[in-house]
């Protein structure tokens, strides 16, 4: 059974940064040979792609609303991805899922996804 646990959210002012985890487990589950993605979903909003990083992290893209602000990186080691948040915003409100792809795209279409965790800009 493969499970991704997101954590880090939590409340923030604009401005602020934040760093989500995504820790991925089950015994079949082959983390380096999944790309692994970003989305977010806000309240009576379509889920947006925000960040994919390949298998290997040698290769990233975003999602417009959060190019430069957004970036995605891996440790295979740790079977964890990560996304750093910078110069939050408010509308950067939403509830945010980690993914897993066996093949990448743009946005990946994800095989696995995690519970999510709760990200809050307000000042």
């Known amino acids: 059974q493969v499970q991704l646990v997101e954590s880090g959210g939590g409340t923030a002012q604009p401005g602020d940064s934040l760093r989500l985890s995504c820790v991925a487990s089950g015994f079949t589950f082959i983390f380096s040979r999944y790309t692994m993605a970003w989305f977010r979903q806000a309240p009576g909003k379509e889920r947006e792609f925000l960040a994919a990083?390949?298998?290997?992290?040698?290769?990233?893209n975003y999602g417009d609303s959060v190019k430069g602000r957004f970036t995605i990186s891996r440790d295979n080691a740790k079977r964890t991805v990560y996304l750093q948040m910078n110069s939050l915003k408010p509308e950067d409100t939403a509830v945010y899922y980690c993914?897993?792809?066996?093949?990448?795209?743009?946005?990946?279409?994800?095989?696995?996804w995690g519970q999510g965790t709760q990200v809050t800009v307000s000042s």
């Open positions: 993914a897993a792809a066996y093949y990448y795209g743009t946005p990946p279409n994800a095989d696995y």
């Open positions: 990083i390949t298998r290997s992290g040698d290769s990233t």
